[in-house]
Nanobody
Framework: QVQVVESGGGLVQPGGSLRLSCVASASGSIFNVVPMAWYRQAPGKQRDWVAL???????AYADSVKGRFTISRDNAKNTVYLQMNSLKPEDTAVYYCNTLSRAWVWGQGTQVTVSS
């Protein structure tokens, strides 16, 4: 089973920035070809897709984060990143990463809290 570990969350004021990281235990040959995504889950709500990256030419974002968040990946490190700028209180959630098809074991996620 491939496992992922998310990190980089924290408490930030509205308008602030955070950079999340996700490291996968998959072999490089698998990770390199798998479309990856970031998801988030706020209390009492379902886990929603936020951003995806298949390769440098195929990136997409949920409307709620478009223009503020940037997803990237470093295949040499089996790592996916989520740069979050201009954070809003409604971005508060636990953030997770997984394949686009949600095929891997979910990690613990990383808590992002946006509050003054």
């Amino acid at each position: 089973q491939v496992q992922v570990v998310e990190s980089g969350g924290g408490l930030v004021q509205p308008g602030g920035s955070l950079r999340l990281s996700c490291v996968a235990s998959a072999s490089g040959s698998i990770f390199n070809v798998v479309p990856m995504a970031w998801y988030r889950q706020a209390p009492g709500k379902q886990r929603d897709w936020v951003a995806l990256i298949a390769n440098t030419n195929h990136i997409a974002y949920a409307d709620s984060v478009k223009g503020r968040f940037t997803i990237s990946r470093d295949n040499a490190k089996n790592t996916v990143y989520l740069q979050m700028n201009s954070l809003k209180p409604e971005d508060t959630a636990v953030y997770y990463c997984n394949t686009l098809s949600r095929a891997w074991v979910w990690g613990q996620g990383t808590q992002v809290t946006v509050s003054s």
